[in-house]
Every structure is written in structure tokens, then in C-alpha cells.
């Protein structure tokens, strides 16, 4: 049987907490398996990451079993775009994500290994396309696939900048290009450490970028949202049952511009709704349709809103992938950045 090199890839934003119970516990697990590293993204974090690695992994580094890599970049978490850099950075014939928190069990290794060996035209992942659900919830991103595979078909798709789904349509298009998909179903291998939504959300642009959220009720079960963000963008969706899966479309997108007491929404296709600020109850209505939004400044509805709608906008684009058979994406590049290597700034580089 073979010894394929693998690559345990993990990228990390300001998850140095998880880092520190999942990492050096994880390299313990698997040391059983020789032809593994362990490529470490971090992702701009400022919690002190660097530092952590720099004082407490330094004889994985210098055994290389551990590769440190950091871009000062983002100013915010992109799950593909990270994970295809993470990915284009391994050296190994099979590339597997790690999420920060997740644990990979003991024997991670060699189990990909034994896989792969059975049968190296497949992707192992926890995403149960007979039942429809999950192994492991928590275990969502725990992806592995041959290196080749994940170049094929250009990795992730970085059109979608929100949460969720992206792991959903990275496989659905590998089972396009004729890899297939077997699930890992060992528990063993799919332990993750707990953490709230608001924690999954919080490196996120939407989160970050908001400015105002206005909602309407338009019946007992359906609502639509409007999300300002800060660099005058807009997005205004339906929402049925407040399920991402229950979502009616998403009405329109553009740019706003604010005037004294009114908000011009401009879509795309030049047309205009403008919102009045009533004055009480910090409603706003629509001189196009005289519905009347309420701004929301609750935290917790805010994050709720946010969530629910940061998979709609993914499960757009893996729909449409679908329909159009569409393999390949990033057709302009992926995964590009400029990165240095186990500390030394001087001399960075440029990944295209």
C-alpha cells in the first residue's frame, strides 16, 4: 500500500483558543503516519497566534511537520478564498481541511491514507447525500481530496464571500468532473469543540460591515430584509418561515446613498426606492411600494437575520452551479495572496 503525503490544512482568524486545544493535539494523534504536515493559515489574526506558535511549536516547525504561513491581507474571514490558499500552499498529493476547532481523532492519517489507497478517484467528506444531512455538524468543513482534483476545478468558489454552503458546492463539483464522494463516518474522526453562531459569524464582512438592518413584516411567517453595509452596498431578500432553506429569492442588490431623512436605494438596473424616515418608531417607509421598515438594532436578531441570510446568498450561487453543470470557477484566479513563511517577513511572497 502506498504512503501518500497529506497535507492537514487549518486556517485560523482570530481562533487562537481553538488552536490551542486542537493543534499540538491533533500532530499528537496522527504521529503514527510519517508522510504528514500540517500547514497552519493564519489569516491576519490578532490575538496573538503568531506569537503562540512561535514560543510553543517551534520543534514541529523545525521538523517541518508544521508549516506556519500568514497573510496580512484581510481585513476579514473568507471561508473559500482561505481555504484555497491554505490548499495551494500544502505540499501533499491529498489535501484535507481542519477546521480550528475541529479534532481529527486518532488515526486521522492513516485512515486518508487507507482510503485513498482503496480508491484515489474519491473525496471524503461528512456531507450524507443519501439522507441529507450532516456526520458530525461540527465537522461541516472536514474535506479531503486529491491536490489535482481541488487544481481541476479551481477550488472553492470566492464568489461566495458569506457563510455557508461552500463546502456543499465545492463537492457537488467534483462529483461533476467524476470524483466521488464517500463519507467519512467514524465518529472517532469528527469531534469539533462547541461554539455559537455568533462566534461563526463574528470574523465575518457582513457582520462587521453592517450599518443598518431594516425588516418588514409582511405576514405572520414572511418577512423581508434590507442590510446597508458600509460601503453603500445593499442587499433586500424574502424570507419564509426564517429558514435559509425556506428563502423566496433575493429581491434586489446595489448601492445606496443617504440624504438627510431619506436612504435612496438604488438597484441594479436603475431602479430607485426611496426610504422616508417616519419618525416614530424609527420606521422608514418606501415611497415605491408605502410598506413601512423598522430598524433593528437588537444583537441577537441582528446575528439571527445575518446567518439566515449569509447561506441564502451561498445557496444562490451553489444553485446556479448546479444548473449550469459549471465544474470550474475562479476563472480569474484563486486562493491569491501575498504570504510569508514560519515568521520570516523579509521575505514574502506572492501566490497567484
Known amino acids: 500500500m502506498p504512503n501518500h503525503k497529506i497535507s492537514f490544512c487549518t486556517v485560523s482568524m482570530n481562533r487562537l483558543h481553538h488552536i490551542k486545544d486542537t493543534l499540538i493535539k491533533n500532530i499528537r494523534d496522527n504521529e503514527d503516519y510519517e508522510q504528514l504536515e500540517f500547514v497552519l493559515l493564519d489569516y491576519n489574526s490578532t490575538d496573538g497566534l503568531e506569537e503562540y506558535i512561535k514560543e510553543n511549536l517551534q520543534e514541529y516547525i523545525q521538523s517541518q511537520?508544521?508549516?506556519?504561513?500568514?497573510?496580512?491581507?484581510?481585513?476579514?474571514?473568507h471561508r473559500s478564498h482561505s481555504r484555497n490558499l491554505a490548499f495551494k500552499l500544502a505540499n501533499g498529493d491529498i489535501v484535507c481541511n481542519i477546521d480550528a476547532d475541529n479534532y481529527t481523532g486518532k488515526?486521522?492519517?492513516?485512515?486518508?491514507?487507507?482510503?485513498?489507497?482503496?480508491?484515489?478517484?474519491i473525496c471524503l467528506n461528512t456531507l450524507d447525500k443519501?439522507?441529507?444531512?450532516?456526520?458530525?455538524?461540527?465537522?461541516?468543513?472536514?474535506?479531503?481530496?486529491?491536490?489535482?482534483?481541488?487544481?481541476?476545478?479551481?477550488?472553492?468558489?470566492?464568489?461566495m464571500h458569506c457563510y455557508g454552503f461552500e463546502d456543499y458546492d465545492f463537492i457537488n463539483r467534483l462529483e461533476l468532473f467524476g470524483v466521488k464522494r464517500v463519507l467519512i463516518e467514524n465518529k472517532n474522526f469528527l469531534s469539533a469543540i462547541?461554539?455559537?453562531?455568533?462566534?461563526?459569524?463574528?470574523?465575518?464582512?457582513?457582520?462587521?460591515?453592517?450599518?443598518?438592518?431594516?425588516?418588514?413584516?409582511?405576514?405572520?411567517?414572511?418577512?423581508?430584509?434590507?442590510?446597508?453595509?458600509?460601503?453603500?452596498?445593499?442587499?433586500?431578500?424574502i424570507v419564509e418561515d426564517h429558514q435559509p432553506r425556506k428563502i423566496m429569492?433575493?429581491?434586489?442588490?446595489?448601492?445606496?446613498?443617504?440624504?438627510?431623512?431619506?436612504?435612496?436605494?438604488l438597484e441594479k438596473g436603475d431602479n430607485t426606492d426611496r426610504l422616508i424616515f417616519s419618525g416614530d418608531d424609527l420606521g422608514w417607509e418606501s415611497t415605491y411600494t408605502q410598506n413601512l421598515f423598522y430598524e433593528i438594532s437588537d444583537p441577537s436578531m441582528i446575528q439571527t437575520a445575518i446567518f439566515i441570510f449569509s447561506q441564502f446568498y451561498n445557496k444562490q450561487i451553489m444553485e446556479s452551479n448546479?444548473?449550469?453543470?459549471?465544474?470550474?470557477?475562479?476563472?480569474?484566479?484563486?486562493?491569491?495572496?501575498?504570504?510569508?513563511?514560519?515568521?520570516?517577513?523579509?521575505?514574502?511572497?506572492?501566490?497567484?
Open 65 to 77: 511537520k508544521l508549516i506556519y504561513w500568514k497573510t496580512s491581507t484581510p481585513q476579514f474571514f
Open 107 to 121: 488515526g486521522f492519517a492513516s485512515y486518508i491514507n487507507q482510503s485513498f489507497s482503496n480508491d484515489p478517484n
Open 130 to 159: 443519501e439522507k441529507g444531512g450532516v456526520v458530525g455538524k461540527d465537522a461541516l468543513g472536514r474535506i479531503c481530496v486529491r491536490k489535482s482534483d481541488f487544481l481541476q476545478i479551481k477550488g472553492f468558489d470566492e464568489r
Open 194 to 237: 462547541y461554539h455559537s453562531d455568533k462566534d461563526r459569524l463574528s470574523q465575518e464582512y457582513t457582520i462587521n460591515n453592517l450599518i443598518k438592518f431594516l425588516l418588514r413584516h409582511i405576514d405572520p411567517l414572511t418577512s423581508e430584509f434590507v442590510f446597508l453595509f458600509k460601503d453603500h452596498s445593499f442587499n433586500r431578500a
Open 249 to 265: 429569492q433575493l429581491i434586489k442588490e446595489g448601492k445606496w446613498q443617504r440624504e438627510e431623512e431619506y436612504i435612496n436605494i
Open 322 to 352: 448546479m444548473q449550469e453543470n459549471k465544474m470550474i470557477v475562479n476563472v480569474h484566479g484563486f486562493g491569491n495572496d501575498f504570504i510569508y513563511k514560519n515568521f520570516n517577513i523579509t521575505e514574502p511572497l506572492t501566490l497567484k
